[in-house]
């Protein structure tokens, strides 16, 4: 089972208090993007083995959204942030390296 503390509220939350919403850090397209740009923002999604950043909701809880990082492969979470970033924190980042020396970053 996953528990992500929420950043807002602090609580350790499990998977059933929280709503997923997918991969985190897209970039949207905007009224002026060809089909093809479109449908790769409706369709195409990373699915990595690993290292994955993805957003949730704290629905039984403060209701905000958050964003999330962890292993696809053990469910192990490194942590949350913000969802009002762009970018992971680098101290998150830091985290990540140093569990997982050969992970490549998160682009």
Known sequence: MLIFECPYCGVMADETELAPGGEAHLTRVGA??????????LFH???????HFERWRHAAGC???FHAARD???LEVFGTYSAQVFAPPKELVAVIKKKRPD?????
């Open 63 to 65: 209701g905000k959204w």
């Open 72 to 74: 696809t492969m053990n």
């Open 45 to 51: 999604r990373k699915n990595p083995r690993g290292v």
């Open 103 to 107: 992970w490549e970053g998160w682009v």
């Open 32 to 41: 002026g993007a060809d089909e093809a740009d479109f449908e790769g923002y």
